[in-house]
């Protein structure tokens, strides 16, 4: 019998960390990062990533590895995840996915086709356009050429927004130019036949803007400017939230008070546009947090290998 997976997700800043410690306490499980952002080392306070001492007490995976320089994709979190899926189940134990990005849930899950198209002349290009034009101009033209991919992505989105004008062009192009296949076939969840169930930790909002202002505070506490000086403005992962607040303020561009307003603001609207993509999730069980232990804990033990 194949041990099912559980996937839990929500907003920032909504409690998940703490909750599936808990979960994999209870439950013998490893947990598997779906965090686009926490992949990345030398970035611990901006990304909210598990610490050393919840590392320590459960095996993470797919925390912490990856240089902040380095682009990283849904397809290859999708082949990581289920690598590490498959090594946690070969142990004996269960495997439990935490994230907040929503994509990368859904295509592991097999609700999303990712595309197997590479082509490394219209990659060049784009990063060409991106150097001389806003963020909402590569936006504006993703629309214009594939709606269907525009609706699901912020203006702000860099990487996914330039990534899916790849596709779309390369998709014009047919079969001329440096088109490449990057997948064999379909790999997911349901590729494979692995049961899996998604939850969502729902916060209310006043409790949600509470916690957000704190994890702010902590994080400048904690060190987040030195953090974001280090990481620098060159590297890819600098476009997760609050690290371009913070490289305006050390660059003179604000005061500590707006830094903080801004940084509180930033991750309101990354909380809102998490719900906004969440409301559209297949499949997804909404778990209120007041009592997200206990209904997750029965949620768990009805998977295959965890009850």
Do not use: C, N
């Not at 990659?123 to 050429?145: D, F, M, Q």
């Amino acid at each position: 019998m194949t041990t099912g997976v559980l996937m839990l997700t929500g907003q920032t800043a909504a409690g998940k960390t703490a909750l599936a410690m808990q979960l994999a306490e209870r439950f013998d499980a490893e947990i598997v990062g779906a965090d686009s952002r926490q992949v990345y080392r030398d970035m611990p306070i901006g990304t909210a990533s598990p610490s050393p001492a919840e590392q320590a007490r459960v095996p993470h995976h797919l925390v912490g590895f990856l240089d902040p320089h380095e682009r990283y994709s849904a397809a290859r979190f999708v082949g990581d995840a289920l690598g590490a899926i498959d090594e946690i189940q070969a142990r004996g134990r269960r495997p439990l996915v935490v994230g907040g990005t929503g994509f990368y849930l859904r295509a592991l899950a097999g609700d999303v086709t990712l595309s197997p198209l590479r082509d490394d002349a219209l990659r060049a290009r784009l990063v060409h356009e991106a150097r001389v034009h806003t963020p909402a101009v590569l936006h504006e033209w993703l629309a214009a050429l594939a709606p269907h991919r525009a609706r699901g992505l912020a203006p702000g989105d860099h990487y996914r927004v330039a990534r899916a004008l790849e596709i779309a062009l390369a998709e014009r192009k047919g079969a001329e130019g440096t088109r490449e296949a990057v997948e064999t076939g379909p790999r997911s969840l349901r590729a494979f036949a692995i049961p899996f169930r998604k939850v969502y930790l729902e916060v209310d909002d006043a409790m949600l803007e509470g916690r957000i202002a704190a994890r702010i505070d902590g994080m400048l506490a904690a060190g987040f400017l030195e953090e974001a000086e280090r990481v620098g403005g060159t590297a890819v992962a600098a476009d997760a939230v609050g690290y371009r607040e913070a490289l305006a303020y050390l660059a003179g561009w604000s005061s500590l008070d707006e830094l903080r307003a801004a940084l509180v603001r930033a991750t309101r609207r990354y909380a809102k546009r998490q719900a906004t993509w969440f409301h559209r999730e297949p499949d997804l069980l909404r778990v209120p947090a007041e009592r997200a232990f206990e209904e997750l804990s029965a949620v768990a033990a009805a998977l295959p290998g965890w009850g």
